[in-house]
């Protein structure tokens, strides 16, 4: 059965380092999201990615967050100035369309920020 | 704005007993409602949703309007049911993103 999958599945930065947490969503999806968990706290949506344009994103995607498929397979986010408040969880989704639109979650990645 | 609430954090119950996790919205609309389950170091995967109306692994879930409810029951409880249990609504916009409640951690002791 296909997977969603992300790497790296731990990721330790310094604050103000940039980041590219990757995802390969699965191949036919065409709906593809992010998501994040800060420890302890509940999943929250980031960004919505369709037809190579954000469809939607939350208060939380600010300025410093940007999504990218750069080769029409991979599925990126990128922090371009960590802080120490994005230590979290990050996990990546795709899903199809219709009816179909069942949303599968990659594993997720670990993002440290000392 | 839309909300899901789930009241409880951790929830035991024994192996058999009868098990119910609760699960209340706040949406101006027509939600479409979700329960996901993470088991413990595997991913969120889809347990069931409302439009369905499916019965996955023993559990139900019925959505109410009148009481802006959606919760999730089993009546046997077994041990491998032991896992974090998500509520999550999607609007009717384009882009279906969810709103998550906090979880509610299931624990079935032998």
């Known amino acids: 059965e296909p997977e969603v999958t992300q790497t790296p599945s731990h990721q330790v930065t310094q604050m103000g380092q940039e980041v590219i947490l990757r995802c390969v969503p699965i191949s036919n999806h065409l709906y593809f999201y992010w998501y994040r968990q800060i420890l302890g706290q509940k999943v929250e949506f980031l960004v919505s990615?369709?037809?190579?344009?954000?469809?939607?994103k939350s208060e939380i995607f600010d300025d410093q967050f940007s999504v990218e498929r750069p080769d029409g397979s991979n599925f990126t986010l990128k922090i371009r100035s960590t802080k120490l408040e994005d230590s979290a969880m990050y996990f990546c989704?795709?899903?199809?369309?219709?009816?179909?639109?069942?949303?599968?979650f990659g594993p997720g990645t670990r993002l440290t920020v000392t | 704005a839309q909300r899901v609430t789930q009241p409880e954090k951790l929830l035991s119950v024994f192996k058999g007993a009868p098990v119910e996790l609760k699960c209340n919205y706040s949406y101006s609309g027509s939600p479409e409602l979700f329960w996901y389950v993470q088991y413990s170091r595997q991913r969120l995967q889809l347990l069931l949703r409302?439009?369905s109306r499916e019965s996955i692994k023993g559990f139900t879930a019925d959505l109410n309007k009148g009481e802006t409810s959606f919760h999730l029951k089993k009546p046997f409880a077994q041990e491998e049911d032991s896992a974090m249990y998500y509520c999550a609504l999607s609007g009717r916009g384009s882009a279906r993103q969810l709103t998550f409640g906090s979880g509610t951690q299931l624990t079935v002791l032998p």
């Open positions: 990615f369709y037809n190579n344009e954000i469809s939607e």
């Open positions: 989704a795709s899903s199809g369309q219709g009816v179909t639109y069942e949303q599968y």
């Open positions: 409302h439009i």
